[in-house]
């Protein structure tokens, strides 16, 4: 299990629109340690939602290189990212993305079910990880029957199913209030304290910004400061 969780050295990505290419992604170096909090910053079209995308295995740089707990990405098969994002990489959408027809619980033991683990383990862990964002007595409930902070909650414990090494978000409270959006990063922060989560955050939000132990901001496809917090 490697120390480091990601490593992108000289990262570009660019899109092609129509006969132009774009550069999303303009040479990024990162490096992010087990058990960090990273939050990354910057206007909109700066490069945050790419680069969360190539760090979880959802998309492939144009060129650089990229681990992820000390694998190289560009070596991989399908098949082999596909593994890589079940049991190595946790993500949190702005907007949940839970399934309807299931309970919180069995949401949370969805990807545990892909990964094969026994049905026993897999109530055991859900209602463990609903425990531990203060839902245990929501299991039971569906989507529909829980607020935005509660179903944020429970995308944050199955991102923590599989006991992955590294968690992205994606604006993860772009969708909520700010006294829900305070909830949700005490858990973050809680969680990383904690239980040494590793956390990379894509957001606009100051509160999760100043809970993080490092702010990296971007610009135009590009590192503009990477900065402890203080």
């Known amino acids: 299990m490697s120390i480091i969780a990601v490593q992108a050295v000289n990262l570009h990505k660019s899109y092609v629109l129509g006969s132009t290419a774009v550069g999303a992604l303009r ?126 909650r429970v995308s944050i414990a199955r991102a923590l199913a599989n006991e992955p090494a590294l968690v992205l978000l994606d604006e993860p409270t772009g969708d909520l209030d700010s006294v829900t959006s305070g909830e949700i990063m005490a858990l973050l922060r809680g969680l990383n304290q904690r239980e040494q989560v590793t956390l990379l955050v894509a957001t606009h939000d100051l509160a999760i910004a100043e809970a993080s132990s490092r702010i990296v901001r971007l610009r135009d496809g590009r590192v503009e400061s990477d900065l402890r917090s203080a």
């Open 27 to 152: 040479g990024v170096d990162l490096t992010v340690a087990r058990g960090e909090f990273v939050a990354l910053m910057g206007p909109s079209g700066c490069g945050k939602t790419t680069l969360l995308n190539l760090v979880g295995a959802l998309d492939l740089p144009s060129r650089g290189t990229l681990r992820v707990d000390g694998v190289a990405l560009e070596v991989l098969s399908e098949d082999q990212l596909a593994d890589l994002r079940r049991d190595r990489i946790g993500v949190v959408f702005q907007f949940y993305n839970l399934i309807p027809t299931l309970s919180a619980r069995e949401n949370i033991e969805m990807p545990m079910q892909f990964r094969g683990t026994s049905r026993r383990q897999r109530r055991e862990r859900a209602l463990a990880l609903l425990e531990s964002v203060g839902l245990k007595d929501r299991a039971d409930h569906k989507p529909a029957e829980l607020s935005g902070g509660e179903q944020q």
